[in-house]
């Protein structure tokens, strides 16, 4: 459809990408796009840690501030897929004949790169930031071992059962003193399990022949659920128990009463 005066000649990426933000939809799409993505800011902010069960540990505190980091960070993306979505939605075609489609994303270079480098960039940062915090277990576990109680832990199908292998005691309830560090020696007698206490704020593999050691210190008293993270059989949901944080002279009581001695 050109003219003799103006030559036909394609747009480069740069004008087509100028093209692109000037189109009303494409506004559109970006207005719905900031909306959504402030939601998710605000709901990562201020909603989550109020969702977020009890925090009883420096663990869990770490596992909140990446919550709430990953869902701030991410919320633009998720803006992106819901803005798109709620102008698809909101301004629907009419009639018999589908307009054609529009050129493809894909060949447009600046779009490309910039959304390339952003996600490579989120991804870096997820990676690096696991693997700061992983450390920083790794080493706290470290320091702590000589003072730490062995809890060794074992999954089956369908319950958890807690081995105080210092005072000699066994129990389908996981009890601990407040501000001791703890160790966790956790393997499975069948299938794959996944030891969660959950307001401790760790979780790890339950596997058969294998021992997986986690560490934590619980620092706030109170009730905690233990459930199993790995799908294991028809009543994985229901491989719950519970647990309580208590002072150190009621966790003692608490040995005593069940046969076992201080250590
Ligand atoms: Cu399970």
Redesign the pocket.
């Known amino acids: 459809m050109s003219n003799h005066d103006e030559p036909d000649l394609k747009p480069t990426p740069g004008a087509r990408a100028t093209n692109l933000l000037k189109r009303e939809d494409v506004k559109r799409t970006m207005v719905f796009g900031l909306i959504w993505t402030a939601i998710f800011v605000v709901l990562g902010l201020y909603a989550y840690p109020k969702w977020m069960p009890t925090i009883m540990s420096t663990d869990m505190k770490a596992m909140e501030r990446i919550m709430i980091a990953f869902t701030v960070i991410s919320a633009p993306i998720a803006g992106l897929v819901l803005g798109i979505a709620t102008q698809a939605i909101t301004n629907r075609h009419k009639g018999d004949t589908p307009p054609p489609d529009g050129p493809a994303v894909r060949t447009n270079g600046p779009v490309v790169i910039i959304w390339s480098v952003v996600s490579g960039i989120f991804c870096l940062v997820a990676v690096v930031w696991g693997i700061a915090e992983l450390n920083t277990m790794a080493n706290a576990a470290t320091a702590d071992a000589k003072e730490s109680i062995h809890v060794e832990v074992t999954?089956s199908q369908?319950v958890w059962s807690f081995k105080y292998v210092d005072q000699g005691v066994e129990s389908d309830k996981l009890i601990l003193p407040i501000d001791r560090p703890v160790e966790f020696e956790v393997t499975s007698v069948d299938v794959n399990?996944?030891f969660w206490p959950v307001q401790l704020g760790v979780k790890v593999d339950a596997n058969r022949l294998q021992t997986t050691v986690v560490h934590t210190v619980p620092n706030k008293l109170g009730a905690i659920d233990i459930k199993?993270?790995?799908?294991?059989?028809l009543y994985?949901a229901y491989?719950e128990t519970s647990g309580e944080v208590m002072t150190e002279e009621n966790f003692n009581n608490w040995i005593t009463a069940n046969g076992g001695h201080k250590a």
């Open positions: 999954g369908w399990h996944s199993c993270a790995e799908l294991c059989g994985h491989m």
